[in-house]
């Protein structure tokens, strides 16, 4: 995996508008920061979409289509800590389905945590975590008799462009078998003034994890970024619904990774783009399914809409 953050770091760093790849983000204090900022009251995200499993579980388990009786295979991409997912499990389990739990994350960090927790608060769950790229995980599933369920929640499909959401949900599909389902947490399109506080929270701890980053690329690859030279600036075109995340670097400086035998000049003022936050509704996720497998079968929302968890049926 650290030839492929090598690779990925380079091509980044050497292109004309220099970009540093999100999912990058998630290290040890990477999770840590992450954690925080879901808890901070400007991340309206985390709370919007916790009350739709607090409150509509039972419409999720009714939208889900399973019998007591079958059993079936929940497989969650990018799990997190699990708050969300495990008001779905308990709930299950307290109705007598039969299932398995399968949290994949690319952070063996965070599934360390999540399966210990699960042992201690619900030791009857059948739980068999996965470190691995989410496609890599879903392999060979639509061999599998029984029907699967894939969970995408908080919005982590907003991490990429539209063409990417695309591909990314038709491979999804392709590893996947008619009938079964995909339960996709998307942000939906709000104001200006409600989305940006979001990525740019009054305590810094979004720009802290944004510039943990670049000590991770020090720590990992050798680099001697100062990350006190860069400063962390969202943007958010309302009228597109998509928001950005820049490290913007304060001074003329270059830039040396002893892992890649090279430097990288930054001008005063030049922007590092580290992520997108695509905020959807109905229209734009319709167009991004359109070339896919999968049709929306469910829209299930908070009560201030700010939040959407669609179920999509594989075809």
């Known amino acids: 995996m650290i030839e492929q953050f090598r690779q990925d770091i380079e091509a980044g760093l050497s292109a004309a ?66 708050k969300k997912s495990k008001r779905l499990l308990r709930k299950l389990l ?42 890599d995980a879903l392999a060979g599933m639509k061999d599998t008799p029984h ?30 078998k008619p009938g079964d389902l995909l339960l996709l947490g998307v942000d939906l399109k709000k104001s200006r003034n409600i989305v940006l506080p979001a990525y740019n929270d009054a305590a810094g701890i979004t720009a802290r994890f944004n510039l943990n980053l670049l000590e991770r690329i020090n720590r990992e690859l050798g680099a001697n970024f100062v990350p ?39 001008s005063e003022g030049e922007k590092i783009h580290t992520e997108i936050s695509r905020k959807y509704d109905e229209a734009t996720l319709k167009r991004i399914i359109a070339g896919t497998d999968f049709t929306l079968d469910r829209r299930i929302t908070d009560s201030n809409g700010y939040f959407a968890d669609y179920i999509l049926k594989r075809q």
């Open 17 to 82: 508008q220099k970009s540093l790849p999100s999912h990058y983000f998630y290290d040890v204090r990477g999770d840590e920061l992450f954690q925080q900022i879901m808890a901070m009251p400007e991340y309206y995200i985390t709370e919007a979409e916790d009350e739709i499993f607090r409150n509509k579980t039972q419409e999720i388990i009714d939208a889900l289509d399973v019998a007591e009786s079958n059993y079936f295979e929940i497989i969650e991409l990018g799990s997190g800590d699990g």
């Open 94 to 135: 307290d109705k007598g389905h039969d299932f398995t739990y399968q949290p994949v994350d690319i952070s063996k960090n965070i599934l360390d945590h999540l399966e210990k927790s699960l042992v201690t608060e619900m030791p009857d769950l059948d739980i068999n975590t996965t470190q691995a790229l989410y496609v």
């Open 147 to 176: 029907k699967i369920i894939v969970m995408f929640l908080g919005s982590s499909i907003g991490n990429l462009s539209d063409d990417e959401a695309t591909d990314f949900i038709y491979q999804l599909g392709a590893n996947i």
């Open 228 to 266: 006190d030279n860069f400063s962390h600036r969202p943007e958010y075109n309302e009228n597109e619904g998509i928001a950005y995340s820049f490290l913007v670097s304060t001074a003329e400086q270059s830039v040396y990774i002893k892992s890649l035998k090279k430097s990288f000049r930054f």
